[in-house]
């Protein structure tokens, strides 16, 4: 114990008398690292890069949580790449978020802070709409909740039904979307050519004229020829059983 100054109850310092020292202060707050510690205990690295500030390690001396001087902190490996890092090893799950009430549920928010004001925040909970779902939400403002005030974009129901556009989806793959068929983005699902994504196959249901479509376009370019089996099979309209090509059951005009 040396150099004990005013305001101070205890003050320990190594050999090199480096600046680094170990205090405790009036008012019972520890510092490690500094000698001005602002909270009950108050640590100060090294510097600003990769070194160690804080390190917990287990009873066989295995690091298991460090945070690195540039404030990365690692859980699972002593070299954090981010702020914060987890690595599982060889266990399945890395991050696991549960609720201590039975009426409340676990949430993740990703909070948007760019200053356009088309920015917004996302987030996931369980049991959202229904019990037993998880959902995707986007908030309906900048900076808004998206679990509080936001909109459901897509829901996974307890059954595995995957819904966009509606909290209920009733099919494996249930999408929900306003389509106009003379639009070149109004419709519900499109399928697009990897290398010249404007190329697809749309999907949708124009309730203005109550009929549903299926459109071949390179969009904004032109219409696109669309083949039905074009490595051979019959196609049936009206019939489950189509005897040949093209099989039509019902009035027919061609």
């Known amino acids: ?85 987890v690595h599982t090893g060889t266990n399945l799950g890395g991050l696991t978020l549960n609720s201590s009430i039975t009426t409340g549920n676990p949430g993740l928010k990703i909070i948007g802070t760019h200053s356009d004001s088309a920015t917004r925040s996302w987030g996931m909970t369980v049991s959202y709409d229904v019990f037993g779902d998880f959902v995707i939400r986007e908030s309906d403002a900048r900076l808004g909740d998206p679990l509080g005030a936001g909109t459901t974009r897509l829901t996974i129901l307890s059954g595995g039904n995957v819904g966009i556009g509606t909290t209920g989806p009733t099919a494996p793959l249930h999408v929900v979307q306003d389509s106009d068929y003379s639009s070149n ?24 004229i109550d009929v549903g479509f299926i459109q071949s376009t390179h969009q904004t370019v032109a219409v696109k020829p669309l083949a039905l089996n074009p490595n051979g099979g019959n196609v049936g309209i009206g019939t489950t059983n189509p005897g040949s090509a093209l099989s039509v059951v019902g009035a027919g005009r061609f």
Request: negative net charge.
């Open 1 to 85: 114990v040396s150099n004990l100054g005013s305001g101070y109850t205890a003050w320990f310092e190594d050999a090199a008398n480096d600046g680094s020292p170990v205090v405790i202060d009036a008012g019972g707050n520890l510092g490690i690292g500094t000698s001005t510690p602002g909270t009950k205990v108050g640590i100060t690295g090294l510097g600003t890069g990769t070194n160690k500030t804080f390190v917990v390690a287990d009873s066989a001396n295995t690091t298991r949580f460090v945070i690195q001087d540039d404030g990365n902190v690692g859980i699972g490996t002593t070299g954090p790449s981010n702020t914060l890092h």
């Open 185 to 208: 983005t109004g419709y519900a699902l499109s399928v697009s050519h990897k290398t010249t994504p404007l190329k697809m196959v749309r999907f949708g249901y124009d309730n203005t």
